[in-house]
T-cell receptor, first 109, second 113 residues
Framework: KQEVTQIPAALSVPEGENLVLNCSFT??????LQWFRQDPGKGLTSLLL?????REQTSGRLNASLDKSSGRSTLYIAASQPGDSATYLC????????FGAGTRLTVKP | DVKVTQSSRYLVKRTGEKVFLECVQD?????MFWYRQDPGLGLRLIYF???????EKGDIPEGYSVSREKKERFSLILESASTNQTSMYLC????????????FGDGTRLSIL
């Protein structure tokens, strides 16, 4: 059964720092990997989708990479801002979507 | 932009009631999903549907059923609500092809008293 792990569970950084969030998965036979953002009490907002054949995707200050063979993905956030504070979840798609538990990010002004 | 709308943000019901959670998407997506999210357990798939009148069980279907009579609408039904079904319920949709991103609604926070 696919297991998705996100480390760290929580992260606090000062504004302006570049940071990396990690996601690992046990079964490399995935169709895609998706990164989401979740604000407290809200649903999930899709940030980036990486297809299994791709190595990375970029959107603004966000860059996500995928290494299928090692079962890892990273989400890089450049020049972090207080508005980036949220929980970030990764999910992999095989027959259905499997989610990590998330990393709770706090960016301090 | 894809819009997934869940009918209620907050809902309070009593034990034993039949509860309906509604979800509507406006992008003609084939696939629709119901999850619940609990602290420490993350998101768990309850049911999903790849087409009208079609449904498949997810990881935790017990105590739930679903209905998809129209492509844009996917309903989650709690047949006889119990306190352990107090949770955040999230609906999602995605396009066909098995390789499209999932888009989520804002969630329904359901409390069963």
């Amino acid at each position: 059964k696919q297991e998705v792990t996100q480390i760290p569970a929580a992260l606090s950084v000062p504004e302006g720092e570049n940071l990396v969030l990690n996601c690992s998965f046990t079964d490399s036979a995935i169709y895609n990997l998706q990164w989401f953002r979740q604000d407290p009490g809200k649903g999930l907002t899709s940030l980036l989708l990486i297809q299994s054949s791709q190595r990375e995707q970029t959107s603004g200050r966000l860059n996500a990479s995928l290494d299928k063979s090692s079962g890892r993905s990273t989400l890089y956030i450049a020049a972090s801002q207080p508005g980036d504070s949220a929980t970030y979840l990764c999910a992999v798609l095989i027959n259905d979507m499997r989610f990590g538990a998330g990393t709770r990010l706090t960016v301090k002004p | 932009d894809v819009k997934v709308t869940q009918s209620s943000r907050y809902l309070v019901k009593r034990t034993g009631e039949k509860v309906f959670l509604e979800c509507v998407q406006d992008m003609d997506h084939e696939n629709m999903f119901w999850y619940r999210q609990d602290p420490g357990l993350g998101l768990r798939l309850i049911y999903f549907s790849y087409d009208v009148k079609m449904k498949e069980k997810g990881d935790i279907p017990e105590g739930y059923s679903v209905s998809r009579e129209k492509k844009e609408r996917f309903s989650l039904i709690l047949e006889s609500a119990s306190t352990n079904q107090t949770s955040m319920y999230l609906c999602a949709s995605s396009g066909g092809g098995g390789n499209q991103p999932q888009h989520f609604g804002d969630g329904t926070r359901l409390s069963i008293l």
